[in-house]
């Protein structure tokens, strides 16, 4: 760990770590057990690598599965509690 290095992020953001090593001991333990990162030069991550399946980099269409049509049976059909409705009322004698 460099001691020259100046923290980005925190609650010492803008000092050194050695700053923070002499000033607030108990505070350097606990951040660097707790984020280490704290204290590590950032490095950027580079861009992912072209996959061999798709190689232009564009996104992949994928047919959908296909569905049966259920709307006559499903229970999310609105329909179905009008069909219901009809069939319990002339049992009843009242349609």
Known sequence: MNQEFVIKIGKYKGKTVKWVMYNDRRYFEWAKANAPSMFEP??????????????????????????????????????????????????????
Request: hydrophobic residues 25%.
């Open 42 to 95: 950032y490095q950027p991550q580079g861009k992912p690598s072209l996959s061999d399946t798709n190689p232009v980099g564009k996104p992949v269409y994928e047919e959908p599965p296909e569905v049966a049509d259920e709307s006559g049976d499903s229970w999310t059909n609105p329909s179905i509690f009008y069909q219901l409705a009809q069939k319990a009322l002339r049992e009843r004698g009242d349609l």
